[in-house]
Nanobody
Framework: VQLQASGGGLVQAGGSLLLSCASS????????VAWYRQAPGKERELVMS???????FYTDSAKDRFTISRDIDRNTIYLQMNSLEPEDTAVYFC?????????WGQGTLVTVSS
């Protein structure tokens, strides 16, 4: 499985970005899809995830600002990020889980300027 993340960039505080993650496998077969991030000097953390059954997990920092979604026809997972803050600056990674195995995309850098 290959996951290709894109959409990162430089944005001012308060702005929005849409991250995309294209999968080489039909995403409907994944048990869970997720977005993680790793800020400079910090450990990688889960930002949001969504199970095949539709259950979502949000971290406190992402709640009410970020939305995870998927387009089955395009085999793509999205992370819509609004009201971005400098603290959101990080490399963002998409991930997918199937039969307890995790697949990772390469990161895409998001930089939020104050």
């Amino acid at each position: 499985v290959q996951l290709q993340a894109s959409g990162g960039g430089l944005v001012q505080a308060g702005g929005s970005l849409l991250l995309s993650c294209a999968s080489s496998r039909n995403i409907i077969n994944f048990d869970r899809v997720a977005w993680y991030r790793q800020a400079p000097g910090k450990e990688r953390e889960l930002v949001m995830s969504r199970t095949a059954g539709g259950r979502s997990f949000y971290t406190d920092s992402a709640k009410d600002r970020f939305t995870i979604s998927r387009d089955i026809d395009r085999n793509t997972i999205y992370l819509q990020m609004n009201s971005l803050e400098p603290e959101d600056t990080a490399v963002y990674f998409c991930a997918a889980e199937s039969n307890s195995r995790m697949f990772w995309g390469q990161g895409t850098l998001v930089t939020v300027s104050s």
